[in-house]
């Protein structure tokens, strides 16, 4: 067989093509965002000018301040100054913290991250063999409480399940801890180097400082994870009966196939990719949907750092979290489509 030289020079041009159109669908998607945030912030009914000078100043006070806050320009205006503001980084300053917004989304969005992060490790681990252990199954008693714990993942509110579990695992049996991210004593014992307090009491070696940080981590990571798993096992769960239902199924097992084989190896390879996308999307809304959780167990995380920017009409800080929020859903949503296209031959 000879070989082409032109082939390999053929596969990095596609390739080449699927960056520079990744790229640019990114980036008006970004843009797309940045519009939202902007006109959100100029449609609610909160102040900004006022939410700085106090509803005390001057009319003088109120309109020096507004100049300089550039609210006095044109709308369109103000928007280009917003994109150009963002894309250096400059998020404004928190009316709240009095410190800039970036600075403060630097410093919670680590823990927002790692508690989702244990949340879609958990709904992973559970999620996936329990969506196809109720397939291989389907119409039997486990897949029928399969899919009813799956439902109620759809539709326990958030807060009350946190409240339940600390009412229960803290307050009645004492297995956990309680609200926060570290006990006061420990605070402040570990040098923040990822901003991920497990892993950097790991890596400064203090053993009771992870163990106290694990112990109040698990439960709401686990109530998070127990939302992902419901979304996977389901979502699993329908993967699985489209494949047991394909002929090459039938055929292994009519050749003497064994089940957990049949199950394991033929079935389930077919859905390893759309099921990339389906945990993209799950992990993207732990990030996006731990409000509440946050709240309820007063995780110092950009979920509750929003909450308490809504409360202070803090828009800076808002807009902000809101914006971060958006780009992270949009960057783990356009990875995983890459994954996808690069792990199924069929979307090339």
């Not at 307050?171 to 180097?193: C, H, N």
């Not at 996308?277 to 990030?287: D, E, K, M, R, W």
């Given at each position: ?9 053929m ?48 009319n003088a ?43 403060d ?13 244990i949340g ?13 252990y ?207 296209r ?7």
């Amino acid at each position: 067989m000879s070989f082409n030289p032109d082939v390999p020079s053929m596969r990095l041009a596609r390739f080449a093509r699927s960056l520079g159109g990744f790229a640019v669908v990114t980036a008006l998607t970004f843009l797309g965002l940045l519009a939202i945030t902007f006109f959100i912030g100029r449609v609610v009914p909160i102040d900004p000018v006022l939410a700085v000078v106090g509803d005390r100043a001057t009319n003088a006070q109120y309109e020096t301040a507004r100049i300089a806050m550039g609210l006095d320009r044109p709308l369109i205006v103000q928007f280009f100054s917003y994109v150009g503001d963002v894309l250096q980084g400059d998020l404004g300053t928190s009316v709240s913290t009095g410190r800039p917004v970036a600075q403060d989304l630097v410093r919670v969005f680590p823990a927002t991250l790692e508690m989702a992060t244990i949340g879609i490790i958990i709904g992973v681990v559970l999620g996936v063999p329990m969506g196809v252990y109720a397939a291989a199954r389907a119409g039997s008693w486990s897949d029928q409480v399969i899919r009813v714990l799956a439902l109620l993942g759809y539709s326990v509110p958030a807060f009350w399940l946190g409240l339940v579990g600390l009412a229960v695992f803290y307050a009645g049996l004492g297995w956990v801890g309680g609200p926060g991210r570290i006990d006061v004593f420990y605070d402040g014992l570990v040098e923040p180097v990822t901003g991920l307090l497990l892993v950097d009491s790991l890596l400064d070696g203090q053993m009771d400082v992870f163990r106290n940080a694990f112990h109040r981590i698990i439960l709401p990571a686990t109530i998070l994870g127990f939302f992902s798993l419901a979304y996977i096992a389901r979502m699993t769960r329908s993967f699985m009966l489209d494949q047991l239902s394909q002929e090459y199924v039938t055929t292994a097992r009519v050749k003497g196939v064994s089940e957990t084989r049949v199950i394991w190896g033929h079935a389930f390879g077919p859905i390893r990719v759309p099921l990339i996308t389906v945990i993209g999307l799950s992990y993207a809304g732990l990030l996006e949907g731990s409000v509440m959780i946050e709240t309820v167990f007063s995780w110092p995380g950009i979920g509750n750092y929003l909450t308490t920017a809504l409360f202070n009409a803090d828009m800076n800080a808002v807009l902000g979290a809101t914006l971060v929020i958006g780009a992270v859903f949009i960057l783990i949503n356009k990875v995983s489509d890459v994954l996808y296209r690069v792990l199924d031959p069929r979307s090339r």
